[in-house]
C-alpha cells in the first residue's frame, strides 16, 4: 500500500467484502413503522441482500421519489388557467410553485434528522400519508392563498424521499456500484418532469387544473401503499458503547434525604429529557447546514444548486415561452414540450452512473490504492473525471442554444433538441454530485443529501419566482446566456477540487471525527 494513503479517512472506501448470509429478522421485530407487514424481509446486513432484492427496493424508493418533481412538473401547462380561475396574477400564481420549491428545500433538513433516528421506513409511510393529504386539500382550493399554503406543505411532506431515498441507497449499495444505483434511483426524481406535465396538460385541458391536484393525491396514495407492504427498514444502526453500571458506594444518608434527593433528580431528569427532545425536534435538524464549512460539501453543493437552478428557470420558460407568441400552443403541446429534457436525464442516468463507477474503479488502480486486504481504496472526488466536464460543458452551452432559438421564435424542433443536451449534461452532475455527498460523510448519508436538497431547491425556488418577469424584460436569449455563462465559470469548481480535493477530506474527516 502506498505510504502517503496510510490512516485512509472515512471518507475512502475500500472495495466491499463478501459478505454472510443476511440474517432475517423475526416479523414482530422489525423496525419502523408497522414494520411487521413488510412482504420482503428486513435482514440485520442490508447490503447482503441479493442483488434483485436490492434492485427491487432501489425501484420502490425511485418511484416514490418521482412524487415531488412531478408536483411541480405537473402544475406547469395550467398555470395560466389557475390565474384565470382564482382571479390573480401571473406572478402570484408562480408562487404556487417556487413556495413549492421552498419547502421541498427545508422540510428534507428534517425528514433526514428524524431517519438516522427513527428509521427510513417510518419517515416514508408519515410523508406520504401528509402527501395525499395535502394534495386533496390543494385540489379543493378555493382561492390562490389557500392554493399556495397547501402547495408548499404538500411540497415539504413530499420532499422526504429526496433526502431518505439517497441514504436508503446507501444502505444497500458498497461504493463502486453506488453511482450505478444513483442514476437509477434519480431516473425518479428526473423522470416525474417526462411524464407529469403530459399527464398535467391533458388533464387541465379535459377537466381542469384541479384533476392534476386529484391525480397527485392518487399517485401518493399508490405509492403510500407499495411502501407500506413492500419497504423494510435499512438503516444499520451503531451501537452505541454501553455505560457502566452504577455502583453503590456512597455512604448511607437519612431515609429523608434520600426521598428528597430522588424527587429532585427525577424533576432534573425529566426538564432535561423534554429540552432534550425539543432540541432534537427543532435545532439538530438545522445543524447539518453546518456541514457547509467543509470546503469539498460547499463546493459541491453550490455547483448542484446552480445546475438545479438552472433546470427550474428552463422548465417555467417552456410554459412562459411556447404558451404565448408566436407559438401560442395548448397545454397539452406545452406538456409535450417537457420531453426532451427528461430524454436526456433517461440516457445520463442509464450510462452515466455506471461510467461513473467505472472512473473510480480506474482511478483508484492508476494511484494503485489498495487497502492491507488488497481491495482497491476508493475516494469520492475520483468521480469528478472526463464525465462531470462532460456534464459541465453540455449544460450550459445547451442553455444558451435554448434561450436564443426560442427567443427569436425559431420552429420548436431546434430549442428542443438544445433540451435533449441539458438533460444529459445536468444529469451527469445530479447523479455525481449526489453519490460523492453519500461518500463525504457515510454515517450521516441522507443528512448530505438533505443539505443538497435545501441549498438547490432555495436556487429553484428564486428562479421558478423571476424568470417569468425576466423573460418579459430582456427575453430568453440573454436570461440564458447570463445563466449559461454563469454555469460555465461554476465548473472551476471541478479544478479546485481535484488541487485541493483530497486534502480537504482528510482534515474533514479529522473534524468529523473529533
Given at each position: 500500500?502506498?505510504?502517503k ?13 463478501e ?93 433526514s ?9 417510518t419517515?416514508y ?6 402527501v ?38 446507501a ?5 463502486h ?17 417526462l ?8 388533464l ?121 407568441d ?7 403541446i ?11 436525464y ?15 474503479q ?50 420548436w ?102
Amino acid at each position: 500500500m502506498d505510504e502517503k494513503d496510510v490512516g485512509i479517512p472515512n471518507h475512502s472506501l475500500s472495495q466491499d467484502p463478501e459478505y454472510d448470509p443476511p440474517i432475517v429478522i423475526p416479523r414482530l421485530k422489525r423496525r419502523g413503522l408497522f414494520g411487521q407487514f413488510t412482504l420482503l424481509a428486513e435482514v440485520d446486513n442490508p447490503k447482503a441482500y441479493s442483488r434483485k432484492k436490492k434492485w427491487f427496493i432501489t425501484f420502490i424508493v425511485a418511484v416514490a421519489a418521482i412524487t415531488a418533481p412531478m408536483g411541480s412538473s405537473i402544475f406547469f401547462p395550467s398555470l395560466s388557467q389557475v390565474s384565470k380561475d382564482l382571479d390573480t396574477t401571473t406572478t402570484i400564481t408562480n408562487l404556487s410553485i417556487s413556495l413549492y420549491m421552498l419547502s421541498m428545500s427545508i422540510f428534507p433538513l428534517w425528514w433526514s434528522s428524524f431517519s438516522e433516528r427513527l428509521g427510513r421506513r417510518t419517515i416514508y409511510l408519515v410523508s406520504f400519508c401528509l402527501v395525499t393529504i395535502f394534495n386533496i386539500l390543494s385540489a379543493i382550493s378555493d382561492s390562490i392563498a389557500m392554493l399556495i399554503v397547501m402547495r408548499m406543505l404538500s411540497g415539504g411532506a413530499s420532499a422526504s424521499v429526496q433526502a431518505v431515498g439517497a441514504g436508503t441507497i446507501a444502505d444497500l449499495w458498497d461504493p463502486h456500484e453506488r453511482g450505478r444505483a444513483m442514476g437509477i434511483f434519480y431516473l425518479g426524481p428526473l423522470c416525474g418532469p417526462l411524464f407529469a406535465p403530459i399527464v398535467g396538460g391533458a388533464l387541465a385541458q379535459e377537466w381542469g387544473w384541479r384533476s392534476t391536484l386529484w391525480f397527485s393525491a392518487i399517485y401518493g396514495g399508490i405509492a403510500l401503499v407499495f411502501i407500506f407492504l413492500a419497504l423494510p427498514e435499512t438503516l444499520v444502526v451503531h451501537k452505541e458503547p454501553t455505560p457502566a453500571p452504577l455502583t453503590n458506594d456512597e455512604p448511607q444518608e437519612p431515609l429523608g434525604q434520600r426521598l428528597s434527593r430522588v424527587s429532585s433528580r427525577q424533576v432534573v431528569s425529566f426538564t432535561a429529557r423534554w429540552l432534550k427532545h425539543l432540541k432534537m425536534v427543532f435545532i439538530d435538524p438545522l445543524k447539518i447546514v453546518l456541514y457547509l464549512r467543509f470546503p469539498p460539501v460547499l463546493l459541491t453543493v453550490y455547483y448542484a444548486s446552480i445546475t438545479f437552478g438552472s433546470l427550474y428557470v428552463l422548465n417555467v420558460s417552456i410554459e412562459h415561452t411556447f404558451g404565448s407568441d408566436p407559438y401560442n400552443y395548448n397545454t397539452l403541446i406545452v406538456g409535450l414540450l417537457y420531453i426532451p429534457n427528461s430524454v436526456g436525464y433517461i440516457v445520463a442516468s442509464l450510462f452515466g452512473g455506471r461510467w461513473m463507477d467505472n472512473i473510480m474503479q480506474r482511478e483508484a488502480r492508476k494511484a494503485e490504492r489498495y487497502d492491507e486486504h488488497g481491495k482497491l481504496i476508493y475516494r469520492p472526488e475520483d468521480r469528478m473525471r472526463e464525465n462531470a466536464w462532460l456534464g459541465a460543458t453540455l449544460y450550459p452551452a445547451a442553455l444558451i442554444w435554448y434561450g436564443w432559438t426560442a427567443d427569436k421564435g425559431v420552429y420548436w424542433l431546434a430549442p428542443m433538441i438544445a433540451n435533449v443536451f441539458f438533460g444529459v449534461g445536468s444529469m451527469l452532475i445530479f447523479s455525481m454530485v449526489t453519490t460523492m455527498l453519500t461518500e463525504f460523510m457515510p454515517k450521516k448519508s441522507s443528512s448530505g443529501v438533505a443539505l443538497n436538497n435545501f441549498m438547490r431547491n432555495i436556487f429553484s425556488c428564486v428562479g421558478s419566482f423571476v424568470t417569468a418577469p425576466i423573460i418579459d424584460a430582456i427575453g430568453n436569449g440573454w436570461l440564458f446566456t447570463i445563466l449559461g455563462l454563469a454555469a460555465f465559470a461554476s465548473s472551476s469548481v471541478l479544478i479546485i477540487m481535484k488541487v485541493f480535493g483530497p486534502r480537504w477530506r482528510k482534515s474533514m474527516d479529522a473534524a468529523l471525527r473529533n
